[in-house]
């Protein structure tokens, strides 16, 4: 196919209206026809007056011929001259006589005596050659426009003279002149009302056209409704017709591509990843809330501004910048500083127009920040783990060799061997049993398995404190308890019983002999407070926001010589979890510590 380039500037045509166009045309033809006609007929009644005139002329000078014929032969000049002088007074009209010689013998306005030879006047000599003779000229003598006859005169089979009758044409001129005028007012009344004709034509066939043109404006600026002309032209009638059906496809397309762009929108904008297109300039098309979230920008604001003031991220402007210079897919893990330190997946991808020409690129964003504190959790829990089990592990296996390379001989040795080995294995007995139990409780939590019922919090807290009994009598330590008989709410007995049995264990593994532990439970507007308070060693205060962390301990070698796992706590943080609740502590080093747990306390109790 040829394909035709036309610059600008071609293109720019001098554009008049098409009411004008019309107009001006019918005005221009109803002009040349009129000037046509005019001049046609004011020429035709011109010929014919000429030719009546001519005709009278010739009838005259053959009436005068009969007369002058009985003067040629003799030739009589003076009774010719005569006749001439007096017909020229009776019909008004110049008679003259010629000689074949060109002489004239009479006539009826002047001497012949004084007049010149005619020999070379046309209508002379065509009538010699070929009757009659006729011509117009402009007369000298009676200074107007003049019409000559001439007609011979034969006698004896020779022509004897020529007799010439003339009358002036200027009358002619006159009655055309008047006829013309009359013609021009009738012209001039035709062209007014062929240009009012011509005014409404034009009118009617461009007014619909202009509606059209309307519609189509109107189309164009979103609105569909049909506006058809009002027109009795075929043609007018099946463009408005075909521009109906055009209307109605393009709202239908319309419509379409309204509801997939919502529908785009409803996408991004639900969506957790976040979305940025950007052109070829690295200027921001669209961008979603996700987006807008992660960068810490209006997703309004940014639209047309460059990536570089949107996100000031150097390692994210080169993403972006890669992602536009490369065909394929991209994949990156950025870290982004200015944004509390956000780890995020990046996806980049070409972004092509209709044609499949790249007209930008589209990012998407993964916030993995989550991920990878979990990962990094998960990554310190087994470190501590296996920290946990080492210590253990490498003494049981240390004293097993002792025994074995002798020292099983030597039975005081040995039995205090054996002890230690029984220490060890009941702490890493501790540790796993802690540590299935917190996983456990985790499980339970996250397929929120927990069964709660309605129980009496003093029979749990009773049941708790028996199971301490042992520890806190070897210690002489009195556990007091105050609470309600009725307090009654929903919890998982088992569950909440282990959270105080570690509660209490604590506040006896770190409070000295004979110490008090108290356990209360107070009752607030929208929960229950279950509180071990004792008089210990008190936590730091520096502690305090890590020691519900798995394996974090305040004196790590206290805690194993106690027979710590360091996960008590966190158990009990999660326990209080379960229940919707949370844990709380209070400490003064070396007065005591109080730790609480919160449960939500239903409405109706
Ligand atoms: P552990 O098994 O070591 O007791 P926990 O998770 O129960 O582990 O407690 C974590 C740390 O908190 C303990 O190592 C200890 O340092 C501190 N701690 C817990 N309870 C008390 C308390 N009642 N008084 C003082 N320190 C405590």
Partial sequence: ?????????????????????????????????????????????????????????????????????????????????????????????????????????????????????????????????RPPGRSIRFSQTLKKDMMYVGIPVETGGHISAVIRASTPIDTIDIVIKKIQIKIAIGILAIAILAAVFSLFISRRITRPIEQIKEWADSIAHGEFQFRPPVTNSEEIAGLSEAMHQMAIELRERIGTVIQQRNEIEAVLSSMVEGVIAVDMEERVISMNHAAARILGVSPTEVRGRSIQEVARDTVFQQFVRDTLSSQGVLERDIVLSSNNEESLNGHGTSLCDAEGRQIGALIVLNDVTRLKKLEEIRREFVSNVSHEIKTPITAIKGFVETLQDGAIREPENAERFLEIIGRHADRLEAIVEDLLSLSKIEARAERQEVLLVKARLKDIIETAIQICEVKASAREIDVKLSCKEDITTKLNPPLLEQAIVNLIDNAIKYSSERKTVWIEVSQKEDEFVISVRDQGCGIERRHLGRIFERFYRVDKARSRRLGGTGLGLAIVKHIAQLHGGHVTVESIPGKGSTFSIHLPRPASS
């Fill in 1 to 129: 196919m040829a394909s035709v380039t036309v610059s600008k500037s071609k293109l720019v045509v001098k554009r008049t209206r098409l009411f004008w166009q019309l107009y001006l045309s019918y005005l221009l033809i109803t002009f040349i026809i009129l000037t046509a006609v005019t001049w046609y007929t004011s020429e035709s009644l011109r010929y014919f007056f000429l030719e009546e005139a001519a005709s009278d002329l010739q009838v005259r000078a053959r009436l005068f011929k009969d007369q002058v014929m009985g003067y040629l032969d003799p030739l009589d000049r003076e009774a010719i001259d005569l006749l001439c002088k007096r017909a020229g007074r009776d019909t008004a009209t110049c008679i003259t006589v010629i000689l074949p010689s060109g002489k004239v013998i009479g006539d009826s306005v002047k001497d012949p005596k004084k007049m010149d030879n005619h020999a070379d006047r046309p209508e002379f000599i065509m009538a010699l050659r």
